[in-house]
């Protein structure tokens, strides 16, 4: 269920930039949106199917000159950009777990200032923590680790420190007075 939600808050970012064919969106998906490298048109196809029954998009076919099947274009209606900007504003864990959270920062500049400080702080936090359980299960083990272990430890513990100091480069840059970033 998470899964799908996240993949239609995806189709209505994209649809919010312009109206796009499916196999546009499959490929801006899998390419730009890391959650859904493996996305298949039958995951995407059912849920443009459920967008267009809920009023969200629209679908327009326009006829092939060579005569092959109509090519569809599915644009945003006026509720889906309601719908995207409700879903864009909404701050929970979800919004920084690791499943959700670089599908929001994709859409970071439809989004407001204070939602983006609190979904950054929140990312922030979790990783915060998670970087000291992992130092202290680190210590706790570290006689037991084989070599190839504690090299992997430490690649994970480097990475989350990476990713936390990117974090506090954002947030700083959001108190920062101007334009956001």
Not at 108 to 121: C, K, M, W
Request: with cysteine.
């Amino acid at each position: 269920m998470r899964r799908r939600a996240l993949l239609d808050f995806a189709v209505l970012g994209l649809l919010h930039e312009s109206p796009m064919h499916g196999y546009e969106l499959r490929r801006r998906l899998n390419a730009a949106l890391g959650a859904f490298r493996a996305l298949s048109f039958g995951t995407l196809y059912p849920c443009l199917k459920a967008l267009l029954q809920a009023g969200l998009i629209v679908e327009d076919a326009q006829v092939a000159p060579t005569g092959k099947r109509p090519r569809i274009t599915y644009a945003l209606t006026e509720a889906g950009r309601e719908e995207f900007a409700r879903q864009a504003a909404r701050i929970d864990p979800g919004a920084w777990e690791d499943d959700g959270f670089e599908l929001r920062v994709a859409f970071f500049s439809r989004t407001d200032r204070d939602t983006r400080l609190r979904i950054l702080e929140g990312r922030r936090s979790r990783l915060e923590e998670r970087l000291d359980t992992m130092r202290s299960g680190a210590q706790r083990s570290r006689d037991r680790m084989d070599s190839w272990t504690a090299a992997l430890q430490r690649h994970a513990e480097d990475s989350t420190e990476r990713e936390v100091r990117w974090l506090t480069e954002l947030i700083d840059a959001e108190h920062r007075p101007g334009p956001p970033a």
